[in-house]
């Protein structure tokens, strides 16, 4: 993946830390059947967080089955009910192929509820940059462009500012580690909780 656009609802700009070998830019637009075929012919994988069901009835998920059909809502479906026996844990994800486009999904949250893990936003991105990442390596396969949300900016609430840094850490880490970059946690209750106050209060 070289490029990837964060979906945002702001024309506001923030300075993010710029992740290695990955261009990433912000894009306010709306997402549906009025702009489904812009979609697809600019990106080549979409991340949508979801719920563990599979439920795709609402929110940026609704905007994806719009865009690709609802083959993608059954098929999202049949991967849960096959690899996660019915209940896909908050924080996995599947990469669900459509033709030459994929769509990764990741439940951010059990069903929707305003409760989350604060660093939900975080978790879901760097597991979901796995799974595709583990996807590509395995099935010979590339996506180029990505389309990604801001995750638990609806029912969950969490600043938009906040699940964009998170988001956005989490590539930039992720692209550290797979340099063979240490991510400096030595010790864990010094350095794993300041960054984990870090990306629940951004600077």
């Known amino acids: 993946m070289r490029f990837l656009d964060y979906l945002v609802n702001s024309d506001k700009q923030r300075t993010l830390n710029a992740p290695q070998a990955v261009e990433t830019g912000?894009?306010?637009?709306?997402?549906?059947?009025?702009?489904?075929q812009q979609i697809l012919d600019r990106y080549d994988v979409l991340f949508t967080p979801g719920n563990s069901f599979?439920?795709?009835?609402?929110?940026?998920?609704?905007?994806?089955?719009?865009?690709?059909?609802?083959?993608?809502?059954?098929?999202?479906?049949?991967?849960?009910?096959?690899?996660?026996?019915?209940?896909?844990?908050?924080?996995?994800?599947?990469?669900?192929?459509?033709?030459?486009?994929a769509v990764v999904y990741v439940p951010t949250m059990f069903a929707p509820t305003?409760?989350?893990?604060?660093?939900?936003?975080?978790?879901?991105?760097h597991n979901a940059l796995r799974t595709l990442a583990e996807y590509e390596e395995e099935n010979d396969a590339y996506f180029d462009r990505a389309l990604v949300p801001l995750f638990c900016t609806g029912t969950a609430n969490i600043p938009h500012e906040v699940a964009l840094?998170?988001?956005?850490?989490?590539?930039?880490?992720?692209?550290?580690?797979?340099?063979?970059?240490d991510l400096g946690c030595v010790h864990l209750f010094e350095d794993g909780m300041a960054r984990y106050n870090a990306l629940i209060q951004p600077r």
């Open 26 to 36: 912000l894009l306010r637009a709306n997402v549906g059947k009025q702009t489904a």
């Open 54 to 101: 599979g439920h795709m009835t609402g929110g940026f998920d609704l905007a994806v089955v719009e865009v690709f059909g609802r083959e993608v809502q059954t098929k999202v479906l049949r991967a849960i009910r096959e690899k996660y026996a019915g209940m896909m844990p908050v924080g996995a994800a599947e990469v669900i192929v459509m033709d030459n486009k």
């Open 165 to 181: 840094f998170q988001q956005n850490e989490a590539l930039c880490e992720f692209q550290r580690a797979r340099h063979q970059e």
């Open 114 to 125: 305003s409760n989350v893990d604060p660093i939900a936003p975080y978790m879901a991105m």
